[in-house]
């Protein structure tokens, strides 16, 4: 399994914005989906974005407009935060889809803490 390297959390005010990144390890394993998840505390983990392979996207309805995820041929995905509310706090956690043949898994980041709050 390869390892991803999560960035750019913190503690932002109400309204402010935030940019995470997550780096993927060079691995055999080919990725077509990487992204984020989120957890506040006492909630289940909820998807935020996906970018895919071919570039198509995905966001929790809740969340568009202000998150955009974006992503650079080196296995790096972004995901930038605008207009932060209190409800926006959370653990976000980076994911990475990878296969190989007709084999397939994912790789989990260890979480970046986004507070907002003033």
């Known amino acids: 399994q390869g390892q991803l390297v999560e960035s750019g959390g913190g503690l932002v005010q109400p309204g402010g914005s935030l940019r995470l990144s997550c780096a993927a390890s060079?691995?055999?394993?080919?990725?077509?989906?990487m992204g984020w998840f989120r957890q506040a505390t006492g909630k289940n983990r909820e998807l935020v974005a996906t970018i895919r392979s071919d570039g198509t996207t995905t966001y929790a309805d809740s969340l568009k407009g202000r998150f955009t995820i974006s992503g650079d041929n080196a296995n790096t995905v972004y995901l930038q935060m605008n207009s932060l509310k209190p409800e926006d706090t959370a653990v976000y956690y980076c994911y990475a889809t990878k296969t190989m043949s007709t084999s397939q898994y994912t790789d989990w980041g260890q979480g970046t803490q986004v507070t907002v709050s003033s």
């Open positions: 060079e691995s055999t394993w080919r990725i077509v989906a």
